[in-house]
């Protein structure tokens, strides 16, 4: 199979290319503009396999993908790009409404005249497969169920407003030109290879150089996290086994609240790294109350029975190993923290 990936040298989308390379006989196209969050760092465990093509492209860049589309000739595409940090979308949403609607929008039509020009027998097995979010149903009171799929829209950020929209155009392209998509919505994903604005690897590297570690508010925010490779093998079992028009929830049953993140974080450091340079004699003493974040949702909790029971899924890691192999990694990687950062 040909897989086009869109923003394979972010997070989550060098995570699934490396699951590719390693585990499967795919070829892959990673199409990324290369944003400060993106490096192909992250993918040099990959980069000269000759299954792994790359090219600097901007998703809203209509000819270039285009072109892409017409050499690669794509089985499925799956359309990681986006612009994620909720707080610069705040500061400024103009390249989160570009790259994630109207980029959304530019590969569906081009998937779409693609698709409509494929053999019966290669349109039907196409898919295009959609990176949404559990954000997208806005948040939860601290005794309300899970999202689930059926859940309704209510965002509140900028950047979980855009997710929306894209997962509209998704819909429709789907009802209306029957172009055959998937949506899946995951919880927040932590692991190697993340950009240091989000708060494990600030937290740890905040920690690591002995610098203020921020909590946003009372740090009372609850959030659903899951390890990075579970979610990729969740995304390769929806790719290749999903059905055509459904969504499904990814997400490992796992709340916890972002201050008591911070101090677990601050334990493992403890004993991975006891030795400090400062005045300090714990890592917690590091810790600093921030103001809140304007409209910060509460709490996310994902229901993801629909994946496990149709899809056989489940996640492997426990947030007490997954969160250490993640400590871990960043204090070993330093140098790709500065290469991203240097960016
Ligand atoms: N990280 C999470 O916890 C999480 C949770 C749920 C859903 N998601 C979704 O998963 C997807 C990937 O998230 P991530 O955390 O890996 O993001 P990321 O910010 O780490 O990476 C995004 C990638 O997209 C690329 N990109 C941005 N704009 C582009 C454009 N116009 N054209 C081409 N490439 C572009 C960037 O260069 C980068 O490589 C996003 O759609 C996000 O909304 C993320």
Redesign the pocket.
């Given at each position: 199979m040909n897989i086009l990936v869109?923003?394979?040298?972010?997070?989550?989308?060098s995570a699934f290319i490396r699951f590719i390379i390693q585990y499967t006989q795919h070829q892959v196209f990673n199409?990324?503009?290369?944003?400060y969050?993106?490096s192909l760092e992250s993918l040099y465990l990959v980069e000269k396999d000759p299954r792994y093509h790359f090219s600097p492209?901007?998703?809203?860049d209509y000819q270039a993908v285009k072109q892409i589309f017409f050499n690669f000739r794509p089985d499925a595409i799956i359309?990681?790009?986006?612009?994620?940090?909720v707080d610069k979308s705040i500061t400024c949403a103009s390249n989160f409404i570009?790259?994630n609607i109207i980029?959304t929008y530019q590969l569906l039509e081009i998937s779409r005249l693609y698709w409509q020009n494929l053999p019966d027998n290669k349109q039907s097995q196409f898919r295009f497969h959609h990176?949404?979010?559990?954000?997208v149903f806005g948040d939860l009171g601290y005794s309300d169920l899970f999202f689930t799929e059926k859940s309704t829209y209510a965002p509140s950020s900028p950047y979980s407003a855009s997710?929306a929209s894209a997962d509209h155009l998704v819909r429709s392209w789907l009802r209306t030109y029957g172009l055959p998509t998937i949506i899946t919505y995951?919880?927040?994903?932590y692991g190697p290879y993340?950009?240091p604005e989000?708060l494990i690897p600030l937290t740890i590297l905040n920690a690591l150089n002995e610098r203020p570690i921020p909590v946003y508010g009372n740090g009372d925010q609850i959030r659903d996290w899951i390890y990075v490779e579970d979610h990729v093998r969740a995304l390769y079992l929806v790719l290749t086994q999903g059905k055509i028009g459904e969504s499904y929830n990814i997400g490992a049953h796992n709340e916890q609240r972002n201050i008591d993140i911070i101090h677990k974080i601050c334990t493992i450091m403890e004993e991975l790294v006891p030795c400090k340079l400062k005045s300090i004699s714990q890592y917690k003493e590091l810790i600093t109350y921030v103001q809140d974040r304007p409209g910060h949702d509460v709490r996310y909790a994902i229901d993801a029975n629909k994946i496990k029971n149709t899809l056989k899924w489940t996640a492997h890691e426990s947030f007490e190993s997954g969160l250490t192999k993640t400590v871990k990694w960043y204090i070993e990687n330093t140098l790709w923290v500065q290469k991203i950062q240097a960016n």
């Open positions: 869109t923003g394979g040298a972010g997070f989550i989308g199409l990324d503009k290369l944003t969050a993106g492209i901007d998703i809203t359309n990681f790009a986006a612009e994620t940090h570009q790259t980029g990176i949404s979010t559990d954000e997710k995951c919880s927040n994903n993340q950009f989000k």
